[in-house]
């Protein structure tokens, strides 16, 4: 195993998401090799488990209420449902799913004891278990935990500077507080960003230290090229460069030595020479299906093709870590606490999300 560094500088990481491509790479690989085998990709599937009417204003996101968007909002799952999506995405390949909600914070009540259900059904399937459902706090973060989760999703997206520029509905800080949470129990960290929201490449190192300096670090961290989704402020942003893509992931890989780098959003823009050299250069988990949340993904045929065409192989679940042991709902020890997340309300305003906002009002 490589030596474990928590203090990491933007300085350094600059220096590193600069250099010679050729460098970059064979630096990347080289620790990739150390801590991972080169040919195993770990396949997650997203389910979106509830869909839009987001009271965030998160400027690349098609599920933010207040934005108009093509997406057609949906209730929570039912049980039965997500079990039959589960059970789809392991027949073709899938060792982990990664149920979405668009919440701004969970709260107590039946919708998340449903959620606690599905978590149990899912794991009962020798599935890896994964949610991204906004804040939580301690108490639900261990009411998941015992409900057999593997994972949990929360992404600081960019660096603590450029996080101003696209959400103005709560903090930085406040994704910090909830990833703190989920440590507190025995769930993976799940965190990672986007690029190509108009952020410099000062900011994409900024998320890197943010990243790479929380210990320990994130067991798995996506790296999203931005969908531009009409009706998003960020609408009209130019797809980033499989360049930029390629060295995000370089850099990634060198600062998060034993992390699984996720290949995430975007890939229906990118070529399978692309997706290679991003394999090369440390990225070791894609998500499957031809679908992320709301946005179209590659089709998974197709990205069996590709794993066939490169030698690549999926990850069996619970390759890294044991599976968790699921409590059945009557015998939790933690009972509903009621309480909300801490969050903070910047109460500053961007002047797209606004924009797109007023035009929101006007189509609807
Ligand atoms: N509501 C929860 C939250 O914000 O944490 C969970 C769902 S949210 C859709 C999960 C992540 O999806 C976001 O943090 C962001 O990184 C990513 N995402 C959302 N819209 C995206 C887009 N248009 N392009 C790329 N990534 C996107
Ligand atoms: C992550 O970092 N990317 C995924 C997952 N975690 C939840 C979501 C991507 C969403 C892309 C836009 C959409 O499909 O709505
Ligand atoms: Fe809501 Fe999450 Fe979308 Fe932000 S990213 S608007 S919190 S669903």
């Not at 690549?312 to 606490?337: G, I, R, Y």
Request: glycine share 6%; proline share 4%.
């Amino acid at each position: 195993m490589s030596e474990m560094k928590h203090n990491w500088t933007k300085e350094e990481i600059l220096e590193i998401y600069n250099k010679p491509l050729m460098e970059l790479l064979y630096e990347a690989a080289t620790i990739h090799r150390v801590n991972h085998d080169p040919n195993t990709v770990q396949v997650s599937t997203l389910l979106s488990i509830k869909t839009g009417g987001c009271s965030e204003d998160c400027g690349y996101c098609p599920q933010a209420a207040r934005y108009h968007t093509n997406v057609k909002g949906n209730d929570l799952m039912t049980v039965n449902q997500v079990k039959a999506q589960a059970l789809r995405a392991k027949s073709s390949g899938s060792s982990r799913v990664c149920m979405g909600a668009a919440w701004r914070n969970v709260k107590d009540g039946e919708e998340f004891d449903q959620v606690l259900e599905m978590v149990r059904t899912i794991n009962k399937l020798d599935m890896e278990v994964c949610c991204t459902l906004g804040m939580i706090t301690e108490n639900q973060a261990q009411r998941l935990a015992e409900a057999g989760l593997y994972a949990y999703n929360h992404n600081l997206d960019s660096s603590e500077e450029y996080y101003k520029e696209v959400i103005s509905t709560r903090g930085y800080q406040d994704r910090l507080d909830t990833i703190d949470n989920v440590r507190k129990t025995n769930v993976t960290v799940c965190s990672g960003g986007i690029i190509g929201m108009g952020e410099n490449i000062e900011d994409r190192a900024g998320m890197l230290v943010a990243l790479s300096t929380l210990n320990p670090q994130p067991e798995s961290t996506p790296i999203n090229a931005l969908v531009a989704v009409e009706g998003t402020p960020l609408e009209d942003q130019k797809p980033v460069s499989i360049w930029d893509m390629i060295r995000m992931v370089a850099t990634t890989r060198i600062v998060l030595p034993e992390t699984q780098v996720r290949l995430s959003a975007g890939r229906t823009q990118m070529s399978r020479e692309g997706q290679a050299m991003c394999f090369f250069a440390g990225a070791n988990s894609i998500f499957a299906g031809d679908k992320l949340l709301t946005t179209p993904n590659p089709d998974v045929n197709e990205d069996m093709k590709m794993f066939e065409l490169l030698g690549l192989n999926p990850q069996k679940p619970f390759t890294k870590k044991v599976q968790p042991q699921s409590v059945e709902a009557a015998d939790s020890k933690f009972e509903a606490l009621g309480e909300k997340p801490k969050w903070t309300r910047p109460d500053h305003k961007i002047e797209r999300n606004e924009a797109a906002k007023v035009k929101s009002k006007t189509l609807k």
